[in-house]
């Protein structure tokens, strides 16, 4: 090799080695200042259709014109859910425990890395954000003008919604009277609720999912307001959807959707799981009401997600519904987490552990920084016991 050819390759080799120290001591960039999201422009009114073809007897024959413009009324108070509960579990995150996988391999000989303090500051801006915007709807009533059925029917899981965001930071935001007018406001929203199911919505709904999504957003507020009333009302409509329940788990109200009947099957669980297990503390019963129909429920629902014949048995229709497709959308399935606080039986600990993330916005986001029982969620664990059924 050529002394020149040597000097060239020493000098790209000193270069290289230059560059890699210069990129080793570059310093960290500071993470960028938190900044609210935009606020969202109040829903105020509501006039939605029904989303299902007039000579749909059973509601399981969509109407396309209908069910777009449902999606699209809807679509900004959803939208505006999604950014608060973002938001609010951020916060949350901030002050939470460091989540442990338990089937990472553990090194006894690593030493423990040092904590960082939460940045506490971080956490109350963040908060004040999400009850700053909450704030903008309640000053302005929204979602006061429900114009039609369609708007009665489908506003109480968005009142939800927002109450479980809001919970999550109540406490973490800078207190002023933006509370107080907030919970006035889910007060108001939820007792009008409350009044349409109690006289004016259709039969079925009454004893349906969707009285089941009035119950928890019933129960939230409910909690948040210390009412005993509304949770006692809260409480009272679980006991009236899981009395229909057969003895098999199935909900009847739900088989009677034909095709669609396991979809709303799965949509009315959600609910009754998460309100069961909020009202534990004040209405410990609700897990035995009619012979504990809430675990048949429960039971019959994740059996059917894998065989969908046990409920085209019971509605002689085949269901629209894939179970490899149906089981990458998580967020229907997020309600095991607080299931897994008030029961531990193993089919329900495997079921929940093929789910790198159990998370839904209508119940209040990112189930673990609510509900850290499930945190471990390792089969094994929970055959050492016996299960904890009543």
């Known amino acids: 090799m050529s002394a020149h050819i040597t000097r060239l390759i020493l000098a790209i080799s000193l270069g290289l080695g230059t560059q890699s120290a210069i990129a080793e001591t570059k310093p960290k960039a500071e993470p960028e200042p938190f900044a609210c999201f935009d606020p969202v ?36 108070v ?12 951020a916060a949350l995150q901030i002050t939470a425990a460091p989540e442990v996988d338990p089937k990472a391999p553990v090194d006894p000989a690593a030493e423990a890395k040092p904590e960082t303090p939460p940045d506490l500051a971080q956490q109350t801006l ?15 009533d929204a979602l006061a003008d429900m114009k039609t059925q369609g ?3 489908s506003v109480p899981s968005r009142i939800g919604g927002i109450a479980m965001a809001y919970a ?47 119950a928890l957003a019933a129960a939230q507020v409910g ?18 959807v899981l009395c229909t329940a057969t003895p098999e788990g199935a909900l ?22 998460v309100t069961t297990a909020l009202l534990q503390p004040t209405h410990p019963d609700l897990l035995a009401t009619c012979d504990n129909a809430l675990l048949r429920v429960v039971r019959f629902t994740l059996k059917a997600v894998e065989d969908p014949k046990l409920v085209e048995a019971i509605t002689d229709k085949p269901q629209k519904f894939d179970p490899a497709a149906e089981m990458k959308r998580a967020f229907q399935f997020a309600w095991l987490a607080p299931l897994e606080t008030l029961v531990q039986e193993p089919d329900f600990t495997t079921f929940a552990a ?9 119940i209040g986001g990112k189930q673990s920084l609510l509900w850290p029982a499930l945190d471990v969620k390792d089969p094994a664990a929970a055959e050492e016991g016996p299960a904890a059924t009543p």
Not at 187 to 207: C, G, H
Not at 223 to 240: E, F, G, I, P, R
Not at 354 to 362: A, E, R
Request: aromatic share 8%; proline share 5%; charged share 25%.
């Open 168 to 214: 999550q930071v109540r406490g973490l935001a800078t207190q002023d009277s933006r509370q107080p007018a907030i919970e006035a406001w889910l007060t108001a929203r939820m007792q009008a609720s409350m009044v349409f199911f109690d006289t004016e919505a259709p039969p079925k709904s009454r004893e349906n999912n969707l009285r089941a999504w009035a």
């Open 223 to 240: 909690l948040l307001q210390n009412n005993a009333a509304m949770t006692t009302w809260a409480a009272d409509s679980v006991k009236l």
């Open 41 to 76: 422009l109040p829903v105020t009114e509501l006039a939605i259709p029904s989303r299902y073809k007039d000579d749909s007897k059973n509601r399981s024959d969509f109407d396309t014109e209908a069910n777009a413009a449902v999606e699209a009324a809807l679509n900004p």
């Open 252 to 273: 009847p109200n739900e088989m009677w959707r034909g095709k669609l009947a396991l979809h709303y099957q799965i949509h009315a669980v959600g609910p009754l799981v």
């Open 151 to 153: 708007a009665q029917l």
């Open 354 to 362: 093929k789910f790198d993330l159990l998370s839904n916005s209508k």
């Open 78 to 89: 959803d939208d505006f859910i999604n950014d608060l509960v973002k938001n609010a579990n």
């Open 126 to 140: 963040i908060a004040d954000c999400v009850v700053d915007r909450i704030h903008d709807w309640a000053a302005v």
